[in-house]
């Protein structure tokens, strides 16, 4: 079996997932951090 084949993504791929994750991390990081806010502040 040739497994390069199926694990095998390109470049352009590879960045819209980066951009994806640091979305992802970045809004839940941001919700996180508000909730932090909220409790400390109430």
Same mark, same amino acid.
């Given at each position: =079996?040739? %497994? =390069? *084949?199926?694990?095998?993504?390109? @470049?352009? %791929? $590879?960045?819209? $997932? @980066? %951009? *994806?994750? *640091?979305?992802?991390? %970045? ?7 508000? #909730?932090? $806010? #909220? $409790?400390?502040?109430?």
């Amino acid at each position: =079996m040739d %497994e =390069m *084949a199926t694990t095998q993504i390109s @470049k352009d %791929e $590879l960045d819209e $997932l @980066k %951009e *994806a994750f *640091a979305k992802v991390v %970045e809004t839940e990081f941001h919700r996180v951090s508000q #909730d932090g $806010l #909220d $409790l400390l502040t109430s």
